[in-house]
């Protein structure tokens, strides 16, 4: 029941990021565009740094390395093929009648990112189900990488035509699936024993997708000498933050 009650704050906080990037947008395209640059590096170095400073670890040390393992690691890294492969045709296709098609786009904009935050969920659920101090490691390396997800979020939002105050209403009652996903693993674990085994192998092959195919990417973009710098170092810096983790678990 504890871990359950931690996994559901954790959860709740994390949806609390969804507030960000609305107050972030006020800000200058400059300053914005810096920000975006250096989180996103920070968040790719804090996903990978749990997947295999936190949750690789302490699976293999609770139930020792098993093809299982690298299968629903597999597929977890197809899941998020699939789902982002779909959603990126999808807005290719739509952006041939973005003028007249802006409110669809917003739509499946939300979607993407419902079915997204109940996948993030599932991971802070399925860590917390290890230990606590698995489970916070989860819940800020999600939180970190929500930040920028949510910058993005909001500019398709404005894009569509959206009221700020239609965007943030819209954004928070998104991220509450993510609660959801935490009350379908520990409902699940009650009827499938050892479901833990099958959905953490899955989030972490989640977070290495997320941070090698999506956010490590955007680091090349209009990049410069300067900010590839600044790159490196917020994805040392991230990778360093979950290693700091370890000491308080």
């Avoid at 041939?96 to 993030?120: G, K, T, V, W, Y």
């Avoid at 993510?178 to 674990?189: A, C």
């Amino acid at each position: 029941m504890e871990n359950l009650v931690l996994s559901l704050i954790s959860a709740f906080i994390v949806s609390l990021i969804s507030f960000v990037g609305i107050f972030i947008l006020l800000k200058t395209l400059t300053t914005e565009s810096r920000l975006v640059h250096i989180l996103i590096s920070f968040a790719a170095g804090a996903l990978i740094g749990d997947a295999f400073i936190h949750l690789l670890p302490e699976y293999i040390e609770i139930y020792s390395y098993s093809d299982q393992l690298s299968l629903f690691i597999f597929i977890g890294i197809i899941l998020m093929l699939v789902i982002e492969s779909y959603f990126h045709s999808r807005h290719e296709h739509d952006s041939e009648l973005i003028d007249d098609r802006r409110p669809f786009i917003a739509r499946l904009n939300l979607l993407s990112d419902a079915f997204h935050n109940f996948l993030d969920g599932i991971a802070i659920g399925a860590s917390f189900l290890i230990n606590p101090g698995v489970g916070l490691a989860t819940a800020i390396a999600i939180a970190l990488h929500e930040i920028p997800q949510e910058l993005a979020d909001v500019a398709v939002l404005v894009y569509s035509g959206w009221k700020r105050r239609r965007i943030l209403i819209a954004n928070f009652l998104i991220a509450l699936t993510g609660i959801l996903g935490v009350l379908i693993v520990f409902i699940s674990e009650n009827i499938i024993e050892g479901i833990e085994q099958i959905l953490l192998p899955v989030a972490i092959g989640q977070f290495l997708y997320i941070s090698v195919a999506s956010l490590v990417p955007e680091i090349h973009r209009q990049a410069t000498v300067k900010r590839y710098l600044l790159a490196i170092i917020a994805f040392l810096v991230g990778i360093t933050a979950m290693y700091a983790l370890t000491l308080f678990e």
